[in-house]
C-alpha cells in the first residue's frame, strides 16, 4: 500500500522612511535587554545561515527600541488597552506594511529580524515581531495557540482584544477560531489550546518551527533538536511531537514514531493527521488491526478525510 503521508507542518526590505536606527533611543545597559529579545537573538544568531541577515543584532534592537519609543509617545495622551493594539497594528501592518505569507519552508519567514526587514512573515513569525514591540512597551499580549494556527491577546485582566496577525490585527473572536479549526471542548478545557502562551511556550513554536525547516531539508538531526528543545519549553506541545514522529515515520523509525505520534494523541485525540500518521506507522509493523482503528478514528471525527479513506481502502484491498 502507498500511504498517504501528512503535511509536514503544524505549526510563521523595508521603506527607508525611517531606516535601521544606528543608536537606541532608549539605551538599555548590556545584557539588560527583555528576556524575549535576548532569547530571540540567540536563536537568530544559531540559525543565522538559514537566511542571512540584512542587518546586526544592534541595528535590529536599535530599531526596535525607536519604533517602541515612538509608540508609546503617541499613546501618552491615551494610554488604555484598545488604543495601544490599535496603535500596534497601525505600526506594525500600516507603517511597517507587513503581510502575511503561507510559506512555512521559508525559515526568513520565520525570524523576526528577516520578518522585519523583508515586510513579510507567518503567523510565529510575525507574532514574535509584535511580541518584542509588546515587550519593549511593557504591554500584556501573548500568544495564543490553536492547532495549526498562532495569534495574539491583549488580556490585562479586564480587557481582551484578540489580534490575528494574518489579517492586519482584526479582532477575531475566540468563537470563530474554536469553530473554524473544530477545537475539541477537552483541550480547551486542559489548556492545550486557546489559552494565553508564557514566553516559554512561545518561543518553543519558534523552535517548533525552525525544526519544520530543518525536515523539509531532510536534516533529520538538526530538526530533532529542535523538536527536544520546544517540548523542553513547552512539553504540552503536541505539533512538536506531531512533526518529530513524522521524520522518525519517513526514516522507517516506526516504534519511535508511533510513540511520539501516540504522546501528541494525548494532548490531542482529535487530531486526525496524527491518527493517519500513526495507523501508516502500524501498518509498516504490520500492526494491521491497530492501524486499522486508527483509520477509522480519523474518518469517524472526519468522515471527508481523504487520505485515512484511501489508507483503509489500501488495506482491505487484495495483495
Known amino acids: ?191 492545550i489550546f486557546m489559552r494565553n502562551l508564557t514566553t516559554d511556550e512561545i518561543l518553543a513554536q519558534v523552535h517548533n518551527n525552525l525544526g519544520v525547516v530543518y525536515s523539509e531539508r531532510k536534516d533529520y538531526d538538526a530538526a530533532a533538536k529542535e523538536y527536544e528543545t520546544a517540548l523542553d519549553l513547552d512539553p504540552r506541545l503536541p505539533a512538536a511531537r506531531y512533526n518529530w514522529g513524522n521524520d522518525l515515520l519517513r526514516e522507517g523509525q516506526y516504534r519511535e514514531a508511533v510513540r511520539r505520534f501516540s504522546k501528541s494523541l494525548r494532548l490531542y485525540p482529535a487530531d486526525v493527521w496524527v491518527l493517519n500518521n500513526r495507523g501508516l506507522a502500524y501498518v509498516k509493523m504490520k500492526k494491521r488491526d491497530k492501524a486499522r482503528r486508527d483509520f477509522e478514528a480519523a474518518l469517524e471525527i472526519e468522515p471527508g478525510f481523504e487520505q485515512a479513506r484511501r489508507n483503509l481502502e489500501g488495506m482491505q484491498s487484495p495483495r
Open 1 to 191: 500500500m502507498n500511504g498517504e503521508l501528512a503535511r509536514l507542518s503544524r505549526s510563521l526590505l523595508l521603506p527607508l522612511v525611517f531606516g535601521f536606527a544606528t543608536t537606541e533611543p532608549t539605551a538599555i545597559p548590556p545584557g539588560r535587554e527583555p528576556y524575549f529579545q535576548r532569547a530571540l537573538a540567540v536563536i537568530e544568531s544559531d540559525h543565522a545561515g538559514l537566511c542571512p541577515a540584512t542587518a546586526s543584532q544592534e541595528e535590529f534592537r536599535a530599531t526596535l527600541a525607536k519604533l517602541a519609543d515612538e509608540t508609546r509617545a503617541g499613546l501618552a495622551s491615551s494610554p488604555s488597552g484598545p488604543a495601544s493594539v490599535e496603535a500596534l497594528n497601525r505600526l506594525v501592518f500600516g507603517r511597517l506594511n507587513i503581510r502575511a505569507s503561507a510559506d512555512l519552508k521559508d525559515p526568513c519567514n520565520l525570524l523576526p529580524s528577516r520578518v522585519l526587514a523583508r515586510k513579510q512573515g507567518y503567523c510565529v513569525g510575525i507574532a514574535a515581531l509584535y511580541l518584542l514591540l509588546a515587550e519593549r512597551l511593557d504591554l500584556p499580549i501573548y500568544a495564543v495557540a490553536t492547532p495549526s494556527h498562532v495569534f495574539l491577546r491583549y488580556d490585562d485582566g479586564s480587557a481582551r482584544i484578540n489580534i490575528e496577525t494574518l489579517q492586519g490585527g482584526a479582532n477575531m473572536p475566540d468563537d470563530q477560531y474554536i469553530r473554524e479549526q473544530k477545537i475539541p471542548e477537552e483541550s480547551i478545557r486542559r489548556g
